[in-house]
């Protein structure tokens, strides 16, 4: 039995006509975006998108997984499927690419995580169970493995001073069903161990080995959110509670954020949006409608969900808190919105059809968020959005 799971459903493919663009764009200089928010209403609008139009007639993409700019105005795309980094241009033109399937130096396998800091780009490999790191050329710097089986990588994002933020968990492979140790910390450039910021156990998946080993996802579990905000401040929160803490570059904490907040509990609906989020596969690739009776016995349902799903921040150091809501329509549409300060500005609703889901897959840039999605069709796609006034 193979099991996978997404947390972004195709109805929340996004599509923006230009009916629907709003007047007031994002301004740095005259600090918009704490207007827009307390107003209550923002759009994301889409202002380039980087397709297999964007690249030569033999280049196109197959899984995109993560983009991140560079901060001198350049984007990587990392592609699962190809093994492959793109490089573009602030224009959107395409540069060049590198990498391909392999284990040697510069060589790629299941590139799904990327990070730029200082001019050098940290790129994680699932199959390969590395960290690669390139120049922002894409000439090859080293690698760096893992500590051990069961160390898995879960966010990786850089520093202004050059240092890397990871978040990683092990799980007890030899013990079915217990939780995972998660960490989060800094490294340096090199990737050697600096600051924990903070650890704990969690429990987002379960193992089972009988009748077949199975992989199975915990439904609202309570675990770390973080992002780092252009000027290198770590937001972490962990959502059993609605306290979010602010570190500085050296992984001292300089402020907290909190706000009285009512648990929701989960329903009946709640269980049914849950399985509908999951994919299930039989061992000759047959597509199953509901979850294998011996996997659906394992899923354990709390009686209330956790406080938010996520934490982001924008180009302008705010800080976005992802609420879990009483739908999943709801919870992809509306986030708390917080100054650099900690200061609460409004509670705010994504206008739009189809908005792309308020969630850290949205990737910081200098003037708006970097979006790896597919297109109607179901062709992989990258979007750069930017934060626009409401109706």
């Not at 000027?231 to 954020?257: E, M, N, P, T, W």
């Amino acid at each position: 039995m193979h099991l996978s799971y997404s947390f972004v459903k195709k109805a929340a493919l996004f599509f923006l006509s230009s009916a629907a663009a709003v007047s007031f764009s994002l301004s740095m200089e005259d600090g918009a975006l704490k207007d827009i928010y307390a107003s209550g209403k923002v759009m994301l609008k889409e202002t380039l998108r980087l397709d297999d139009g964007s690249m030569p007639e033999d280049v196109f993409f197959e899984m995109t997984m993560d983009a991140v700019p560079d901060g001198l105005g350049h984007v990587f795309v990392a592609d699962y499927k190809a093994d492959r980094i793109y490089k573009f241009g602030p224009s959107g033109k395409f540069m060049n690419a590198f990498g391909k399937e392999g284990q040697g130096p510069g060589d790629l396998s299941g590139p799904a995580y990327i990070a730029a800091a200082a001019g050098r780009l940290l790129v994680y490999e699932i199959r390969n169970r590395r960290f690669s790191c390139f120049d922002l050329e894409g000439n090859f710097l080293f690698h760096h493995t893992e500590k051990g089986l069961g160390y898995r990588i879960q966010k990786i994002r850089g520093l202004p001073n050059g240092d890397f933020v990871l978040e990683w968990d092990i799980t007890d492979f030899s013990e079915p069903g217990t939780p995972q140790d998660c960490k989060i910390e800094i490294c340096s450039p090199d990737l050697k161990e600096k600051k924990t910021l903070v650890e704990g156990r969690i429990h987002l998946q379960k193992i089972i080995q009988e009748p077949v080993r199975t992989n199975i996802p915990m439904p609202f579990p309570k675990r770390y959110h973080w992002e780092v905000s252009p000027d290198g401040h770590i937001i972490i929160g962990f959502s059993d509670k609605y306290q979010i803490d602010i570190y500085d570059l050296a992984g001292k904490k300089v402020r907290s954020i909190s706000r009285p907040h009512t648990h929701l509990p989960v329903t009946k609906q709640d269980e049914k949006e849950f399985y509908g989020m999951l994919s299930f596969a039989s061992s000759d690739g047959t597509r199953l409608s509901e979850p294998p009776e011996y996997v659906k016995k394992h899923f354990v349902f709390p009686s209330e969900k956790p406080v938010f799903h996520d934490i982001l921040a924008d180009c302008q150091g705010n800080i976005l808190v992802c609420l879990h809501q009483k739908t999943r329509e709801q919870e992809l549409r509306t986030f708390d919105a917080f100054d650099q300060g900690g200061n609460f500005i409004a509670s705010v609703r994504i206008e739009g059809e189809s908005p792309p889901p308020v969630s850290s897959r949205l990737r910081l840039d200098k003037d708006g968020f970097w979006w790896c999605h597919t297109d109607a069709e179901g062709l992989p796609v990258v979007s750069k959005l930017t934060l626009a006034e409401g109706n």
